[in-house]
């Protein structure tokens, strides 16, 4: 996939070179940078181009040109089950022989490798629609996913397996909140936040069967893995889009906890009854109707897994809008509050 005898452009070099509306093989008026935790999207006039950045963690390796090349291939696949003709080509970003890159088939070394996409309008996004939707508006959407969720296939998992899968992710994200440093930057109560962790796993345990037993009965599919409303765009047909490509064990979800995550972020956007009536589609259509503990326990669990993210940001280093990530933190610690304690999950 790469030559290591070429001198690679780095990511502020590509970036300049992406920037620029005569980089693109098709006319555009202008380019819009839009930059998320591990990725640059540039939009063009009706194509979105997204760059992987080379960055690696606990849960995502994107150290090599190689590397992001096969989670770009992955990256297309997947996002292929819940959208019509977006999500088009993996494309090169070439060096050639004098220096100069370009976005293009032809002669030249790949540096860097891009996912291309059709844009889709923004004012069809469910955020965008959010005010005026009905449960009768989303009913497609909804349909769409729960016909994913009928035909995907079940993941091998045992009970205690999942269990202990589910208790890890709580204690990895409450001992990143508890971090001194963010504890001190975002004036955290670290008491709250274990209370929240500590209800979370208190459910693991009092509902261990419960939730043993769906995994044991074949529940957990292979998901859209980041199920948020800026993803769904109510076109026709509906569109989800990208989805979580660069971990299967987080993509490897049951459909109640992917739809309670909507829920949640729904209800945050001043919506809690389409969040619901996302929940009760699924009941419906898949004829699985768990006690309500179970889902008031995914969002608890979601709402804490989006604090942890959202104060991850903070840790980046320079930031436009420190004060965005720090409210977004709280909000979702208020949230997780809200169904592990409040709501007693």
Known sequence: MSDPAVNIPGLEDKTRFLLAPGSYPEATTSVRLVETHMARVFLTDHFAYKMKKPVRSSYLDFSSLDKRYAVCREELRLNRRLTDNVYLDVVALRLDADGRLALAEGAGVPVEWLVKMRRLREDASLPALIDNATAQTLAPLLQRLCDFYLDAESISLSGPQYLTRLRHQCEDWRDRLLAPDLVRELALDAGEINDIAAALLHFLGSAAELLGTRAAAGKIVEGHGDLRPEHCFLTQPPQVIDCLEFN??????????????????????????????????????????????????YRAYRALLRAHLAAAHLQDGELAEPDKWKNKTRLYLQAARRYSLDGNP
Do not use: H, K, T
């Open 248 to 297: 299967r064990v987080l993509r490897c979800v049951d459909p109640v906890d992917e739809l309670s995550y909507l829920a949640l972020e729904c209800e945050l956007l001043g919506r809690a009854d389409l969040g619901d009536a996302a929940l009760q589609s699924y009941y419906r259509c898949c004829g699985d109707r768990p006690p309500p503990a179970l889902a008031r326990f």
